[in-house]
C-alpha cells in the first residue's frame, strides 16, 4: 500500500497579499518564493498543515526531549536563550511576560526567577502539557486569538524561533498588539532568509547537490531577512528599535559548529561596520515597540518593495 503524499496549497504573499512570486528555491515539491510585492521569502506551494506534527505522538516528543525536561542534560539552545534573556531584562526588567509559541517551556523554564511573571501560549497540547508538567509553567494550551487574553495585560511578548512558522503573520501581530501594554516590548528571533538562500545556493551551485534541505520548508513557512521582517512588523504598527545578530544555534558536526562560530563573527564585524544583517548572520533578533499603524506594507508603501541587499542599514 502506498501512502498518498501529505497535500500542499498555494498561497498568496502573508504579509502583502500579492500573488505574484518568483521561485527562488525548492525543498521536493515545496517551493520558496520571492514575493514580487514586498520581497517577501515565504513556501509555495506549502504543505496544507505545516504544523501538524507537533499535535502527534506524546511519546516522540518524550524520547526526543525527555533527558531535558527531566533536568538531565540542558537544551543546545540554552546559550540562545541566555543571550536573548540577558538582552531583554536590560530593556525590561520587570513585569508580565508572554512567551507566543511556548514549545516544551524551553526558553520559559530560562526566564524563571529573573523578575518577570511568565505565561505561555501555545497550541500543541502536548507543548502545552509538557510544559505545565515538568516546568510548572503557566501555559495555554491555545492559538493566541482564543487563548482570552485581556488588552494591554503584557508588558514583554517573545516569540523565539517561531515566527518562522507562522502563515498568518498579520493575524498574530494583531493579536500580539492587542495584549501588549502600550509601553510595552516585542522580541522576534528568527532565521536569516539571505542566510539560508546563501547556502542553499553555496550546497547546489558549488558543492553540486541538486536535493538539500536548508529552509526546513515543511514547517518554516516564512523566511524573513532583516528588512522583510521589519516592513511586516510594521506594516502590523510595530517599530523595531533594537536588532542584533545573535549566537547560532548549534548543533551537529564539531566543524559545522565551528563554521557557524566564525560566520556569526563575520555577521557581527560586518553589521557593526554598517552592512547590515548578510548571509553569514544564521538568525536575526529584534526588539520593537508599539508604532504607528500607518504604513501598510505594499498597499499604500512602495518604497518597502525590496530588492536583495537593499536597505537593510536601517535596522
Ligand atoms: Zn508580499
Request: hydrophobic residues 40%; aromatic residues 8%; charged residues 25%.
Given at each position: 500500500?502506498?501512502?498518498?503524499?501529505?497535500?500542499?496549497?498555494?498561497?498568496?504573499?502573508?504579509?502583502?497579499?500579492?500573488?505574484?512570486?518568483?521561485?527562488?528555491?525548492?525543498?521536493?515539491?515545496?517551493?520558496?518564493?520571492?514575493?514580487?510585492?514586498?520581497?517577501?521569502?515565504?513556501?509555495?506551494?506549502?504543505?496544507?498543515?505545516?504544523?501538524?506534527?507537533?499535535?502527534?505522538?506524546?511519546?516522540?516528543?518524550?524520547?526526543?526531549?525527555?533527558?531535558?525536561?527531566?533536568?538531565?542534560?540542558?537544551?543546545?539552545r540554552?546559550?540562545n536563550?541566555?543571550q536573548?534573556?540577558?538582552?531583554?531584562?536590560?530593556?525590561?526588567?520587570?513585569?508580565?511576560?508572554?512567551?507566543?509559541?511556548?514549545?516544551?517551556?524551553?526558553?520559559?523554564?530560562?526566564?524563571?526567577?529573573?523578575?518577570?511573571?511568565?505565561?505561555?501560549?501555545?497550541?500543541?497540547?502536548?507543548?502545552?502539557?509538557?510544559?505545565?508538567?515538568?516546568?510548572?509553567?503557566?501555559?495555554?494550551?491555545?492559538?493566541?486569538?482564543?487563548?482570552?487574553?485581556?488588552?494591554?495585560?503584557?508588558?514583554?511578548?517573545?516569540?523565539?524561533d517561531?515566527?518562522e512558522?507562522?502563515?498568518?503573520?498579520?493575524?498574530?501581530?494583531?493579536?500580539?498588539?492587542?495584549?501588549?501594554?502600550?509601553?510595552?516590548?516585542?522580541?522576534?528571533k528568527v532565521p536569516n532568509g539571505r542566510y539560508n538562500l546563501f547556502k542553499?545556493?553555496?550546497?547546489?551551485?558549488?558543492?553540486?547537490?541538486?536535493?538539500?534541505?536548508i529552509f526546513d520548508?515543511?514547517?518554516?513557512?516564512?523566511h524573513y531577512t532583516a528588512?522583510?521582517?521589519?516592513?511586516?512588523?510594521?506594516?502590523?504598527?510595530?517599530?523595531?528599535?533594537?536588532?542584533f545578530v545573535p549566537l547560532p544555534i548549534q548543533d551537529g558536526?564539531?566543524?559545522k559548529c565551528?563554521l557557524r562560530s566564525v560566520a556569526h563573527v563575520l555577521a557581527r564585524?560586518q553589521r557593526?561596520?554598517?552592512?547590515?544583517f548578510g548571509p553569514l548572520a544564521t538568525d536575526i533578533a529584534?526588539?520593537?515597540?508599539?508604532?504607528?499603524?500607518?504604513?501598510?506594507?505594499?498597499?499604500?508603501?512602495?518604497?518597502?518593495?525590496?530588492?536583495?541587499?537593499?536597505?537593510?542599514?536601517?535596522?
Amino acid at each position: 500500500m502506498t501512502v498518498a503524499p501529505p497535500p500542499l496549497v498555494q498561497v498568496a504573499c502573508a504579509t502583502c497579499g500579492a500573488d505574484r512570486p518568483t521561485r527562488v528555491a525548492h525543498e521536493g515539491p515545496l517551493g520558496i518564493v520571492r514575493c514580487g510585492g514586498c520581497g517577501l521569502l515565504y513556501v509555495s506551494p506549502r504543505l496544507a498543515e505545516p504544523q501538524a506534527h507537533y499535535h502527534g505522538d506524546r511519546d516522540a516528543v518524550l524520547r526526543k526531549y525527555g533527558a531535558i525536561l527531566r533536568g538531565e542534560r540542558g537544551h543546545n539552545r540554552d546559550p540562545n536563550y541566555e543571550q536573548e534573556l540577558g538582552v531583554l531584562r536590560r530593556l525590561k526588567p520587570t513585569g508580565r511576560l508572554l512567551d507566543v509559541g511556548t514549545h516544551c517551556g524551553f526558553f520559559l523554564r530560562k526566564a524563571r526567577g529573573l523578575g518577570w511573571t511568565l505565561v505561555g501560549v501555545e497550541p500543541s497540547p502536548i507543548g502545552a502539557a509538557l510544559a505545565q508538567e515538568f516546568y510548572g509553567l503557566d501555559v495555554r494550551n491555545a492559538l493566541l486569538e482564543d487563548a482570552g487574553f485581556s488588552d494591554g495585560s503584557f508588558d514583554l511578548v517573545t516569540m523565539v524561533d517561531v515566527f518562522e512558522h507562522v502563515g498568518e503573520p498579520m493575524t498574530v501581530l494583531g493579536q500580539v498588539r492587542r495584549v501588549l501594554r502600550d509601553d510595552g516590548l516585542l522580541f522576534v528571533k528568527v532565521p536569516n532568509g539571505r542566510y539560508n538562500l546563501f547556502k542553499y545556493r553555496l550546497f547546489r551551485r558549488l558543492m553540486g547537490l541538486r536535493e538539500v534541505e536548508i529552509f526546513d520548508a515543511k514547517e518554516h513557512v516564512v523566511h524573513y531577512t532583516a528588512e522583510t521582517l521589519r516592513a511586516t512588523l510594521a506594516a502590523a504598527g510595530f517599530k523595531v528599535t533594537r536588532a542584533f545578530v545573535p549566537l547560532p544555534i548549534q548543533d551537529g558536526a564539531r566543524w559545522k559548529c565551528a563554521l557557524r562560530s566564525v560566520a556569526h563573527v563575520l555577521a557581527r564585524v560586518q553589521r557593526a561596520l554598517g552592512g547590515g544583517f548578510g548571509p553569514l548572520a544564521t538568525d536575526i533578533a529584534v526588539v520593537a515597540e508599539k508604532g504607528s499603524l500607518g504604513h501598510m506594507l505594499g498597499r499604500a508603501a512602495p518604497s518597502h518593495s525590496v530588492r536583495p541587499a537593499d536597505s537593510e542599514k536601517a535596522l
